[in-house]
């Protein structure tokens, strides 16, 4: 499936499917976070949209999926933003081969929310113009420059705090 | 050598805000490649190498064509393989691999092994590691092949 077609399928189904996740969030910045997910989501597998008869029904399910996820996920856990990445507990940091520079980067990418991890892999490894981004996401390019931003600098700070945390370890030793 | 740092500084702080281009970018990833980079910006070197890493991978997967029915084609620079002549030429690598490491243990590990991807060069031996196993579990058809066995083989030498 081409952006084009992406765009008359499944983009143009925006404001309906905003509808829906507002209804079901009760929050319109997480619901609008929600339909760029399905957006993206669905471009992860726009080879096999093609196949499927009703993209827009498609869409509005996903949609529906991915607001009970995030439903789910306020019930279990705290808002992604604020997680803390403690040392107390056993994670995949205690692991001695998980303490590589490069994985814990890597672990710290895969903790991110769901939009901002999908954002920063398509701009910084796939190479998508901010535009681009924003056309498949539905959404405005300042919307995309802030999710990329928010994210690299989580990155960041979280990898310099962990990165400070094991020179410690290795001074007290 | 100082008016280079600056630059890399002031795109680095445009590139926390989501405001460099894709080609400001580029010279960001091409500073952090190097190994001699400034004392003050090294703590930013894993996230690049992450990127670089993420890229060399997403590029092989790009390069890769599946037939219906048919051997999965890898294109390795500009020529095809398939990944079972693949497979069959890194067993064979692997063993007399195998084989000098154990009748020919040296103390330290001599020479420098590189990986090219479509032309470019690789010498770290995460990337040439990910690389090398990425192609041998592709082939690989269960865990009692040899060429698994030989993948666990290959986990030991991290030791070094």
Redesign the interface.
């Known amino acids: 499936m081409t952006l084009e077609q992406f765009k008359s399928d499944i983009i143009s189904q925006r404001q309906k499917l905003l509808a829906v996740a507002w209804r079901m969030l009760a929050n319109e910045a997480d619901a609008e976070d929600a339909v760029q997910e399905v957006f993206l989501r669905l471009w992860s597998i726009r080879g096999q949209l093609d196949t499927i008869s009703n993209p827009g029904g498609f869409a509005m399910q996903t949609t529906k999926n991915i607001c009970i996820d995030k439903l789910r996920m306020q019930r279990t856990t705290v808002d992604p933003e604020n997680v803390f990445l403690g040392f107390e507990e056993k994670t995949p940091y205690h692991d001695t081969e998980k303490q590589?520079?490069?994985g814990?980067?890597?672990r710290i990418?895969d903790n991110l929310p769901e939009l901002q991890r999908k954002i920063i892999?398509m701009r910084?490894?796939?190479?998508y113009?901010?535009q681009e981004i924003a056309d498949i996401t539905g959404s405005q390019t300042n919307a995309?420059?802030?999710n990329?931003?928010r994210a690299?600098?989580k990155?960041?700070d979280e990898?310099?705090r962990i990165?400070a945390y094991y020179k410690m370890k290795e001074i007290k030793k | 050598m100082k008016r280079d740092i600056l630059n890399i500084k002031q795109l680095l702080d445009q590139y926390f805000e989501g405001q460099t281009s894709l080609q400001e970018e580029q010279i960001l990833r091409n500073y952090f490649q190097q190994e001699d980079v400034d004392e003050s910006l090294t703590e930013y070197k894993p996230m690049f190498d992450f990127f670089n890493e993420e890229r060399v991978l997403n590029s092989i997967e790009e390069n890769e064509v599946e037939i219906p029915g048919k051997v999965k084609f890898l294109r390795m620079g500009k020529v095809w393989f398939s990944r079972f002549s693949i497979g069959i030429a890194a067993s064979i690598m692997l063993f007399f691999g195998v084989k000098f490491a154990f009748f020919n243990q040296k103390k330290e590990v001599s020479g420098q092994s590189i990986v090219y991807v479509d032309g470019k060069k690789f010498t770290d031996r995460k990337t040439i590691r990910s690389q090398t196993l990425n192609t041998l579990e592709a082939i690989s058809e269960s865990e009692d092949d040899v060429i698994a066995s030989q993948i666990d083989i290959l986990d030991s030498f991290n030791d070094f």
């Open positions: 590589d520079s490069v814990i980067v890597r990418i892999m910084d490894v796939e190479g113009e901010l995309v420059t802030m990329l931003s690299r600098k990155v960041r990898f310099i990165n």
